[in-house]
């Protein structure tokens, strides 16, 4: 029997790319030029809901693809909870700095704008990367501070996009703040302003969130060449199920041979057959 195209890999990045460039749109247009509490909440809860929606029609489409553990998995009060408890902190968060004028949501032209939007959100995923996931994340795996962590790694086999926010306080200032902060002022150093664009920061949770789906196919940075050349879903989702190592959300970058080994553990872990190329079997 002949090869034939991967389709979960390609129904993935059409609904991701559709999806994700539909929700930043609308975020965008509701947001333009005025962020009131009222338009920041309303992005972040329609953020949640599609969220939701995203993964469980995930559940539906490739029920035969993906592990088991996740698609068979329920949804808690505590997980519903954790949800809306981030939901009103970040809206929050959000709309204070728009009124302090450290976040904004303006529009001057398209190569300008995407310009910004596009640098504040890989300034913010790499520093994030190489201060807190690869410094800080692996020292809260140590016994003596793991108790910092421990929460979000509750989450191991069935981890999908609703873990995104099983995370304390502590934990999640640890790991998503500290590299967001540092660009900021490298940012205000290098422009003299401190101002983030409000889709750059929506970019940064829709990756965050993906990197956490059931779906190891998801799209992450909305960037086919890095794509292609970095998992970050296929390996957090390993740092969830072996509980060590993978510290990093890009962690083998450009190195094809070992994400073709990340592949094999998946799978075995998994029970899956899951595969990147473009033809399977």
């Avoid at 890999?9 to 994700?20: A, C, H, L, P, Q």
């Avoid at 509750?154 to 934990?171: P, V």
């Avoid at 150093?189 to 401190?194: E, P, S």
Wanted: net charge negative.
């Amino acid at each position: 029997m002949g090869k034939k195209l991967n389709w979960p890999m390609i129904s993935t990045f059409i609904i991701d790319y559709i999806w994700g460039t539909s929700l930043m749109l609308l975020t965008f247009y509701i947001n333009l030029n005025s962020m009131t509490f009222t338009s920041v909440s309303l992005s972040y809860a329609i953020g949640l809901v599609s969220l939701y929606l995203r993964e469980y029609l995930n559940f539906y489409l490739l029920s035969n693809t993906l592990s088991k553990d996740k698609t068979t998995y329920q949804m808690t009060w505590e997980d519903h909870l954790n949800c809306l408890q981030k939901y009103f902190q970040y809206s929050m968060l959000t709309w204070l700095g728009a009124e302090y004028n450290f976040v904004h949501c303006r529009y001057s032209d398209l190569q300008s704008t995407y310009l910004e939007i596009t640098i504040q959100y890989w300034g913010m995923c790499f520093l994030r990367d190489y201060t807190s996931m690869k410094y800080l994340h692996p020292w809260m795996h140590d016994p003596k501070n793991y108790w910092i962590h421990k929460y979000h790694h509750k989450s191991q086999i069935e981890l999908n996009a609703f873990h995104t926010y099983k995370i304390g306080a502590l934990d999640g200032v640890i790991e998503n703040f500290i590299g967001p902060f540092i660009y900021v002022i490298l940012q205000y150093l290098v422009i003299g302003k401190f101002a983030i664009h409000f889709l750059a920061i929506r970019f940064t949770g829709w990756a965050d969130s993906n990197t956490h789906s059931a779906n190891p196919y998801s799209i992450i940075h909305f960037n086919p060449f890095f794509e292609y050349f970095c998992k970050p879903n296929l390996e957090h989702n390993l740092h969830h199920i072996i509980q060590e190592d993978y510290y990093m959300f890009n962690n083998n970058m450009f190195q094809l041979q070992s994400i073709e080994e990340d592949v094999k553990t998946y799978n075995k872990l998994c029970g899956t057959k899951i595969s990147f190329s473009l033809y399977v079997d």
